[in-house]
């Protein structure tokens, strides 16, 4: 598998608090799981929809992949780092989550 750049939550809170646009975050759990709570403003799309999404994501910009661990958000920021994406993987995920939580 390649080999993806990682965040830890607390550093994924501080990109977001002097976010300029550049960064979003992309959870990749399943629907069920992102109604139990979700960070604000992420964008949600289920990792198996990922490849039939990437054309709507802008390679300019900075992914931060989330999952409820970070292995799925790991699967996934690999797959769109081999199409050439700026991404990077939350580990820990949803359940190493300390911000805000919206449902």
């Known amino acids: 598998m390649v080999r993806v750049k990682e965040l830890t939550p607390e ?3 501080k990109k977001l608090a002097k976010n300029d646009g550049i ?4 959870d990749v759990r399943e629907d069920d799981e992102v109604a139990q709570g979700k960070i604000p403003e992420i964008t949600h799309i289920p ?8 054309e709507q994501l802008d390679k300019t910009k900075q992914y931060i992949m989330v999952c409820r661990s970070g292995r799925r958000s ?6 769109l780092q081999e199409q050439g994406f700026n991404v990077t993987n939350m580990v820990g995920g949803m359940l ?8």
Request: glycine letters at 4%.
């Open 11 to 13: 550093e994924v809170e």
């Open 74 to 79: 790991e699967k996934a920021a690999a797959y």
């Open 23 to 26: 960064i979003e975050l992309i």
């Open 47 to 54: 990792l198996q929809q990922i490849p039939e999404k990437t």
């Open 96 to 103: 190493e989550w300390k911000g805000e939580v919206i449902s």
